[in-house]
C-alpha cells in the first residue's frame, strides 16, 4: 500500500533556531517527492521538488533532501522565523510520469514558531 | 500572472443539499486536480482532469462528482451533502500531469 508518514506531528521552537522535519515513504513506482508549506486557512505553496535522482534542493533558508535508497526524506529549516510557523506537507507522486500518476500525501507536521 | 482561483472561498449548506465549487486554473495549465482537507484525514484526492477528461480518481462515493471545461476552468459538484463533507476544498492546477502544481486558496465548506 502507498504511504507516506511524517514525524514529527508537531513541533514547536524558537525563532532563530534550526529544525529537521521527516518524511518516509513507501511508494511504487516513484516518480518524484514535494514538499509544501501550508499556512492556516490557505492552500499549500510548493518548497521543493526533486526526482529519483536528486539528493539535495534548497530554496532560500529550506532545504529538502531524498535517500531514495532508504525511502526517505528531510526537510531543514535553518535560522527559523515566525512566518515559517505553518503545516508541512510530503507528497509522494506515484507512477511512471504520466497520466496515470497519483499524489500520496502525508498529514503534515505542524510547525509553531515562538518568539 | 494570475494564480488558480477558487469562488465561493467560504460556503455554508444544509444537510441533503449540493453545492457546486469553481476552480479557475493558471493560465495554459491544462491539467487540474481536487482535494478534500479535513483535520482528521489530512488532504486526500478526488479527482484529475486533463484536457476535459478525468484521468483520474481517488476513493470517494459518486455524490463526488467534477468536470473541466475547453478553457480548462474546472467545477466540483457535491451532491445530498452529509455533515462529514464538511472540509476544506482544494483545486490545484499544472500545465501537464507530469509538472509540479500549483494550489488555490481553497473553499472552506461547512455542512449544517
Known amino acids: 500500500k502507498n504511504q507516506v508518514e511524517q514525524s514529527p506531528q508537531s513541533l514547536i521552537i524558537l525563532e532563530g533556531k534550526n529544525c529537521t522535519l521527516q518524511?518516509?515513504?513507501?511508494?511504487?513506482?516513484?516518480?518524484?517527492l514535494r514538499w509544501y508549506k501550508q499556512d492556516t486557512g490557505r492552500g499549500p505553496v510548493s518548497l521543493t521538488i526533486m526526482t529519483f535522482s536528486e539528493n539535495t534542493k534548497s530554496n532560500g533558508r529550506y532545504t529538502a533532501t531524498l535517500d531514495a535508497d532508504t525511502k526517505q526524506s528531510s526537510l531543514h529549516i535553518t535560522a527559523s522565523q515566525l512566518s515559517d510557523s505553518a503545516s508541512y506537507i510530503c507528497v509522494v507522486s506515484a507512477g511512471y510520469g504520466g497520466a496515470t500518476n497519483k499524489l500520496i500525501f502525508g498529514t503534515g507536521t505542524l510547525l509553531a514558531v515562538q518568539p | 500572472k494570475a494564480g488558480v482561483t477558487q469562488t465561493p472561498r467560504y460556503l455554508i449548506k444544509t444537510r441533503g443539499q449540493q453545492v457546486t465549487l469553481s476552480c479557475s486554473p493558471i493560465s495554459g495549465h491544462r491539467s487540474v486536480s481536487w482535494y478534500q482537507q479535513t483535520p482528521g484525514q489530512g488532504l486526500q484526492f478526488l479527482f484529475e482532469y486533463f484536457s476535459e477528461t478525468q484521468r483520474n480518481k481517488g476513493n470517494f462515493p459518486g455524490r463526488f462528482s467534477g468536470r473541466q471545461f475547453s478553457n480548462s476552468r474546472s467545477e466540483m459538484n457535491v451532491s445530498t451533502l452529509e455533515l462529514g463533507d464538511s472540509a476544506l476544498y482544494l483545486c490545484?492546477?499544472?500545465?501537464?500531469?507530469?509538472?509540479?502544481?500549483?494550489f488555490g486558496q481553497g473553499t472552506r465548506l461547512t455542512v449544517v
Open positions: 490545484a492546477s499544472s500545465p501537464s500531469e507530469k509538472t509540479e502544481a500549483f
Open positions: 518524511c518516509n515513504y513507501t511508494v511504487s513506482p516513484f516518480s518524484n
